[in-house]
Each structure stands twice: as structure tokens, then as C-alpha cells.
């Protein structure tokens, strides 16, 4: 009987297929009617507002927080910029590619699918009777596609958004797929969606990830919201309602307090607060654009948005992402606006604030001074004495010799786990905290130091969490008696450091002091002949036949294309191109000189890889006061010759700049 019982309890699980649909599908059927929740009168309360544009300021968030809805009529005044109405689902398909696979919701179970953009256009074109079935696109993000640029969201969004302002901008800066797979993904990719909705789709009550909020913008079409306040018993309420899976027999509206039924017609801009609740129904097929943002004037309610998350168990594919590492560069970001103390890496120093750019040119110089060999000194024993003091260190770069630069440009500092931070003052005005960010760091600070340090999520770019969780301690302390009265400037406090552009600097440099300017001469067929490339002949590319099946060859006419590209076939491209015989020097009108005096490259033309200009290096000419000038512009090499039967010093120097390469010789 013990064998017996031993082989009953332990027999295999059964595992049920039905091939006609799935459990999913069954529990997800809406049962109560949608058509009475259009009609009926129960939903409305007044919550929300009405604005134009212009009232939209980053004074008016300051001082509210932005917590109700705002409904915008117009688009003036709040600095979007969006597609004709006549753009397209089609004209969709075109900016993001055809094979761009994206999600699709199932209206009747509220489960999603995946189509390419091509099968979805085919879809959303088809009639409305001809439709078997209700899809719904809402979560196509179409940042860093051809999309992006015809998409400008309120000038607001912008000024707040967490990912703009708190996020490394490099590493945005590096992010190159336009999908949101999560792998490629540098940054939280929440910000420009495209919704693509057909009539009759409807998406049931939800909160946006993270406690989000939500810009909003009806290209074409219209959509009915049901909103729901983000009272503590609403959110009870809904949080119960998720948990009982029974979302498709109860219509959270008709449990909720102050459920308001708003609708937004063509061109409506609306703006949906952290934490609300909602639901939307689309009457006639729509097109959407929108986006989601965090931002500092509403942080109790997005964490505790999140927490609603982590105990209803939402996927992490529905989620925030990054949401946690977000909020560890919200402290360092307020902790180095305010009091100039960086707790970044820094390598992030340099790529995010533009914190040792200049030191290491400044570094890279001094060492190469300091390795000099003895030609070098047996140069500047023979050269005429000069006075180094014209080019003294550019102010504020003198370095600690324990952080010195290596050859190799890392300092000893970047190769430390726990490099200290950044410290700095921060002279001026003193800088009021508004109550709700006061109140927002508070929380933020409690919510990090209580995650378990397996789970605390620090990001790469962040060293010596604890350090950085004390000063933000001690910093929100120095400001809790902040007057409200005063936080309400109208201008944010954290904001990145504007870039210096080198690049103009060096140009002006090189245009007064090295290079003849390059004049202005109108295009001509002579010009672009003398500046088009040659074969070699020579090398394997030069030598073989077309392939005839590369997109170049199917285009040529002798292959039966209609010979519109005019382009060589991409095997036979040459791999060693030359110029032809025709080009000159541009400085002293002569073309490639053989059998003179000097070194073969000085007499070689050459071409500048940034300005194109063509000209022999032995044209160029630069004096030793003026190398000694560009000491703190350029990354150099010396490479010194003396010819002492001649006495004659031959300095050959190659200078790399951000916009020009070339070879000098004196």
C-alpha cells in the first residue's frame, strides 16, 4: 500500500490542449456592456483642467506639481511639432520600415500578439466590416527612427523629463537601435510612441508604468478616456481589481470615486499626471502621438506606482525600464547642481559633464614634453631661445601629480574602484528646493536605502553608493527650511553643463596661424574632376569582373536594370583610390614633384580627411613660436632630424586636431 500510495501521488501532472482557444482567452472576455459605460451619466466629476499652450510653464509645474489632467484645444504655445493630418498609417510604415516587428493588443482578451508594420498597415487599411477581430497598437516607440524628427513633444516635457536631464546624455547619445529590445537599449526608451487605434478598440483601466505621466496628441481620429484619481482608496481599489482577475465582469468605473468621461477630438493635446487611472475607447480609427516621462514634482506617487507593480507581479517587459538605476542618477544629478560634488565615474565625468576634456589635452602635452629624447634637447640647444611663458596652462587645470596621466591616457584615479568624488563650490545665490521636490528626494532616499544590497540596482555610472546616499542625506537637511515662496523661479535646477565646441576654437586658430585660408571659388566640372578618384588598377577589386547580383549590378542596363544608380558594382569597388593627374596645390599651384630635395612625402599631395583641402605638406608652414602656440590645442608628435653637415633643423610633426590631419615640415 506505501508503494501504492508512493506511485499515485508522485504520477505525472496532465497537461490539456485545447486547439480552439486558450484559458487566456476565455478569462479575458469582457462581459459587462461598453456601449451603456459610453451613454451613461454616472461618470461626471470635474477634474479636468483646460489650458491653453502658453499657460503650460515650468513656473506653473513648480507651483502645482502637475497633479490633475490637462486638456490643451489647440497646440499653440506649447511648442510641439507634429505631422500634416493627412499623414498616414502607411506614411507610418515608410518612417519606421516595413519590418519593424511591434505589439498588438487583442481588444476582446486584452492579450497581445506581434506583427510586422507591413501586416499591420494591410490590417488597419482593410474596411471595418472586413475585420475579423480588434487590433491595437499603443506601444510602438519610434525614437531614433526617421519618425523621431517629424515628432516634437511639448517644450515642458522636455524641460522636466528625467530622461533628459538626469540620464548620462552620452549614453543616449549611443544608443542606435530603434527597437525596444531591452538588450540594445542605453536608456529608458519611453519617450515618443506611435498609437494606432481602429474603431471600436478599447483598453481597459491601467496606470502607466512607473507612474509615468503621459503626453498626449490627437493627430486624426478621437478617443474616449474614463479617468480615475489616484486617491488612496482608487488606488486600493484598483490594486484589488488587478489581483481578482475578474477585469473583464467589472468595469472599475463603476467602483471607483469621482470617475470622470472626458473626449478628445482631433488636435487635442492632453496631459495624464503620474498615478491616474484609465481606461480608452477609440469611435472612429485614430492616430496618436504621445510619450511617457518621470519627473521630479510628483515622486511619491511614481514609487508608489511602482510598488503597486512589484505586488501585482506586471512583467518586466510592461515595465519602466531601468526604473531603479533612474533613480540613483536623480540623487547624483541634484547633489552635483547643487553643490558641484560628482559621484560619477570618470569616464561619465568626461562623456556626460565635460570634466577632463581639457585636462588630459593639457596632460597628453606635458608628457610628451617631459619624453623628449636627446635630439629634442640637442634641438632646442641649437634653436634660438624662446620664452615659454606665452603658453602657460589654461586656468583651473593644474593637477594633483598623485592623478598625473599615463601615456596611455588613463589616470591612476580611473583605475580605482572607489575613486573619490568630485568636489567642487558652488558660489552665488542660494538655490531653493521646491516643497514637492524636497518632498520627492525624501522619498527617493528612504525607497534606496531600504532595497536590499542585492537589489539596489546601482548603475555603472555611479561609484561609492553609500558616500553619495550620506551627502544627499546631509544636502536635503541643509535645505529643509527652504521658502516655497522662493523655489518658484521658472528656471530648473538641474540641467547639463553646455558643451564647449573646440572644434570653432581650433579652426580660428589654424585659419590665422597655419593655413592659408582656402578661398571661396564657385563650383566647377574642373574642380570636382580634379577632386574625383582614380582606380589603382592594380589591386583584386580593380582586376575582377561584376558580380551581377548585388544591387548595383541588377541596376546597370547591360544586366537589364534601368541604369539610374550609375554606381560600380560594390566587389569591384577600388580598395586603393588615387587622385588624378590633374590635381594641384591649392597653395602653391603645383602638382605631385618628383626628384626634389627633401623627404618624397613633403613633395607628395596630400588631402585634409576634415576640409579636403589638397596641398604638399613642404606648403604648409608653421614657425616655432607659433608650434609652441598650439601646445595646448593639439595632440602632438615630435619626430626631430638634424642634419648637422647643412646645419639645418628639419622638424616633422604630425598634428591630429578634431578637424584637420595633416603634415607640417619647416
Not at 495624464?272 to 487611472?277: A, H, K, L, M
Not at 563650490?425 to 525624501?442: A, D, I, M, R, Y
Request: with cysteine; charged share 25%; aromatic share 10%.
Amino acid at each position: 500500500k506505501s508503494m501504492d500510495f508512493y506511485l499515485i501521488s508522485y504520477k505525472p501532472r496532465r497537461r490539456y490542449h485545447d486547439d480552439g482557444i486558450s484559458d487566456d482567452e476565455i478569462e479575458g472576455k469582457r462581459t459587462f456592456d461598453l456601449e451603456e459605460k459610453l451613454r451613461s451619466e454616472r461618470f461626471t466629476s470635474d477634474r479636468v483642467k483646460r489650458m491653453e499652450g502658453k499657460d503650460l510653464t515650468f513656473e506653473y509645474i513648480q507651483r502645482g506639481g502637475l497633479r490633475d489632467p490637462i486638456i490643451f484645444e489647440k497646440p499653440d504655445g506649447l511648442g510641439i511639432k507634429m505631422p500634416d493630418p493627412d499623414f498616414s498609417v502607411n506614411d507610418v510604415k515608410i518612417f519606421v520600415g516595413s519590418r519593424r516587428m511591434i505589439d498588438v493588443m487583442d481588444v476582446s482578451t486584452q492579450k497581445g500578439i506581434e506583427m510586422s508594420m507591413a501586416q499591420w498597415r494591410r490590417y488597419y487599411e482593410t474596411p471595418p466590416s472586413q475585420r475579423d477581430k480588434l487590433y491595437n497598437v499603443i506601444s510602438l516607440e519610434f525614437s531614433h527612427t526617421k519618425l523621431e524628427n517629424l515628432v516634437q513633444r511639448p517644450t515642458s516635457v522636455d524641460i522636466i523629463d528625467w530622461v533628459d536631464n538626469m540620464w548620462p546624455r552620452h549614453l543616449k547619445e549611443r544608443q542606435r537601435d530603434s527597437t525596444n529590445s531591452i538588450t540594445d537599449m542605453q536608456y529608458p526608451k519611453v519617450q515618443k510612441y506611435c498609437l494606432m487605434s481602429v474603431q471600436g478598440c478599447y483598453t481597459d483601466f491601467h496606470i502607466d508604468f512607473g507612474g509615468s505621466s503621459v503626453w498626449y496628441h490627437i493627430l486624426r481620429g478621437g478617443k474616449v478616456f474614463w479617468l480615475i484619481p489616484p486617491t488612496p482608496q482608487n488606488l486600493e481599489l484598483y490594486e484589488d481589481w488587478v489581483l481578482s482577475g475578474k477585469q473583464g465582469d467589472i468595469f472599475l468605473g463603476d467602483k471607483a470615486q469621482d470617475c470622470q468621461r472626458i473626449e478628445l477630438k482631433q488636435g487635442y493635446t492632453f496631459m495624464i499626471p503620474s498615478g491616474w487611472i484609465h481606461a480608452v475607447y477609440t469611435p472612429v480609427d485614430t492616430l496618436v502621438f504621445g510619450g511617457n516621462f518621470l519627473h521630479s514634482f510628483n515622486i511619491p506617487m511614481q514609487l508608489n506606482i511602482y510598488s503597486i507593480e512589484d505586488r501585482t507581479r506586471v512583467p518586466a517587459k510592461f515595465r519602466y525600464p531601468f526604473y531603479y538605476e533612474m533613480c540613483w542618477y536623480v540623487l547624483e544629478r541634484y547633489l552635483f547642481s547643487l553643490t558641484n560634488t560628482s559621484y560619477l565615474t570618470p569616464d561619465f565625468q568626461k562623456h556626460s559633464l565635460g570634466i577632463g576634456h581639457l585636462r588630459r589635452a593639457f596632460s597628453v602635452l606635458r608628457v610628451g614634453l617631459q619624453t623628449l629624447n636627446c635630439s629634442v634637447k640637442c634641438l632646442l640647444f641649437l634653436a634660438p631661445p624662446l620664452n615659454l611663458s606665452v603658453c602657460p596652462p589654461p586656468p583651473g587645470l593644474t593637477r594633483d601629480p598623485s592623478a598625473c596621466e599615463s601615456v596611455n591616457g588613463h589616470t591612476q584615479r580611473e583605475d580605482e574602484e572607489e575613486a573619490p568624488p568630485t568636489r567642487g563650490s558652488k558660489p552665488g545665490v542660494k538655490v531653493h528646493l521646491t516643497p514637492f521636490e524636497l518632498e520627492g528626494l525624501w522619498n527617493l532616499l528612504g525607497k534606496l536605502e531600504s532595497l536590499p544590497s542585492q537589489k539596489n540596482c546601482v548603475p555603472a555610472g555611479i561609484h561609492n553608493a553609500p558616500a553619495l546616499l550620506h551627502d544627499i542625506r546631509a544636502l536635503l537637511k541643509e535645505h529643509a527650511n527652504d521658502i516655497p515662496k522662493l523655489s518658484y523661479t521658472g528656471k530648473p535646477i538641474v540641467k547639463w553643463p553646455t558643451r564647449v565646441r573646440r572644434t570653432r576654437h581650433i579652426q580660428s586658430h589654424l585659419s590665422a596661424t597655419v593655413v592659408t585660408p582656402r578661398p571661396q571659388k564657385p563650383a566647377s566640372s574642373m574642380s570636382v574632376l580634379r577632386r574625383r578618384r582614380v582606380r589603382c588598377k592594380r589591386c583584386e577589386a580593380c582586376v575582377r569582373t561584376e558580380c551581377g547580383d548585388c544591387n548595383f549590378c541588377r541596376d546597370m542596363k547591360k544586366f537589364g536594370g534601368p541604369g539610374k544608380l550609375k554606381q560600380t558594382c560594390v566587389l569591384r569597388q577600388c580598395l586603393a583610390p588615387g587622385l588624378p593627374l590633374s590635381v594641384v596645390c591649392e597653395l602653391c599651384g603645383e602638382g605631385n614633384q618628383e626628384g626634389g630635395e627633401g623627404p618624397v612625402f613633403a613633395l607628395t599631395l596630400m588631402e585634409c580627411s576634415n576640409c579636403a583641402q589638397i596641398a604638399h605638406p613642404a606648403c604648409l608652414k608653421v614657425t616655432p613660436d607659433t608650434l609652441l602656440k598650439l601646445y595646448f590645442t593639439f595632440k602632438f608628435q615630435l619626430h626631430l632630424t638634424h642634419q648637422s653637415s647643412r646645419n639645418l633643423i628639419r622638424i616633422q610633426t604630425r598634428m591630429t586636431t578634431h578637424n584637420h590631419f595633416f603634415v607640417v615640415v619647416l
